[in-house]
């Protein structure tokens, strides 16, 4: 694994997706995909046509609120964000690709993310995990990102 500590002005210790190996960002990714399986169905019940609307006008407030309602019954209140971007990519005749920048924050991290919807799938990518604490080993990482996104839900019990 290439280096992947790199304190921030802010004090955070960041893991870029360029610092890891396909395989482990696709164990992050997993995670979180996992974590956010009920706000992502909730979002995919929503028009396409409405949200391709909200990010054509940048009504950012307009998809705020998508995502707060999307999220209520899955993720607890305010840890879910908008990133205030998102593209449409569309070529005549076939179906969009959309991409919603989003930030997961939580006391111990923020993870930089992708919701990803084309015709067939939709997806999470990862840009960046910022710690508040020193990164640790690949394992430990992984073990403090999969407690942060444990309590980040709203539990079904």
Known sequence: MREAQMPENNGCHRLDKESLSPLELLRYEHLLAETLRGFLTELCLTNAGVVIAYINARQDSNID?????SAELFIKPGQLHYARKAVIDSDWGLPPHVSIAMRLRHAELTVAFHVIF???TVGVH???I???RALGGGAENLARFETALATARISTH
Do not use: N
Request: aromatic share 8%; glycine share 0%; proline share 0%.
């Open 126 to 128: 990862i840009d960046s």
């Open 118 to 120: 084309d015709d067939h």
């Open 65 to 69: 609120d998508l995502v707060a309602s």
């Open 130 to 132: 910022e710690f508040v």
